[in-house]
């Protein structure tokens, strides 16, 4: 499958806390973009890494690229109730015609 | 404010009916997209359109899904007639070939057939 895989399936942590989502792949990839879903709402986009970067920063979103292991990983620094929803990483691979296949996710719940 | 929107926001229907999920993408975009999504498989791609033209339809069920773009800020996507396996909430999302292919996601319709 040429789906990005997120690990764990499942977070839970306290207000204030960092939490770490990761996501693996299978081949060369163009870019890789993480999405965020809240309950009964579309996808957004997150944050969009490209192949030849090996971290990016959005507020406090933090994302890194190893192209040697085909992972990704997304950071939440300082998590806040509002950050509960699933996340999700979709790689992008060379050659595709722009469509995106997204994995499962990863569902954090960020405890008040 | 440019969003991608999707009608109806909400549908039950009962089986063997037919229904049509209507999808604007933001005006400029030439790509478009139908996801399905159910608990148990995540998030499935069904179609894509570039242009209006259907690039990839193989995630669709073709004997009774049927996709179009009518025009260019019109996407439909219909199903006849409907099972209740069917039953999934349907999303729509729009994007530029050029711009890395970040897709922007409609609200999308939460279909029940039952």
């Known amino acids: 499958s040429q789906q990005g895989e997120e690990d764990p399936q499942a977070l839970s942590i306290q207000e204030g806390e960092n939490a770490t989502m990761n996501c693996s792949y299978k081949t060369s990839i163009n870019n890789l973009q993480w999405y965020r879903q809240n309950s009964g709402r579309g996808l957004v986009h997150l944050i969009l890494i490209r192949s030849n970067e090996r971290e990016k920063h959005s507020g406090r979103l933090r994302v890194t690229l190893d192209t040697s292991k085909k992972s990704s990983s997304l950071l939440i620094t300082a998590s806040r109730a509002a950050d509960t929803a699933s996340y999700f990483c979709?790689?992008?691979?060379?050659?595709?015609?722009?469509?995106?296949?997204f994995g499962k996710g990863t569902k954090l719940s960020v405890k008040p | 404010d440019a969003r991608v929107t999707q009608t109806p926001r909400h549908k039950v229907t009962e089986m063997g009916q037919e229904v049509t999920m209507r999808c604007q993408p933001i005006?400029?975009?030439?790509?478009v997209f139908w996801y399905r999504q159910t608990m148990m498989q995540g998030l499935e791609l069904l179609a894509y359109?570039?242009?209006?033209?259907?690039?990839?339809d193989s995630g669709m069920p073709k004997d009774r899904f049927s996709a179009e773009m009518p025009d260019a800020t019109l996407a439909t996507l219909k199903i006849q007639p409907s099972e209740p396996r069917d039953s999934a909430v349907y999303f729509c999302a729009s994007g530029l070939r050029d711009s890395y292919n970040e897709q922007f996601f409609g609200p999308g319709t939460r279909l029940t057939v039952l």
């Open positions: 979709a790689p992008r691979y060379g050659g595709s015609q722009g469509n995106l296949i």
């Open positions: 359109f570039r242009n209006r033209a259907p690039l990839d």
């Open positions: 005006l400029g975009h030439n790509t």
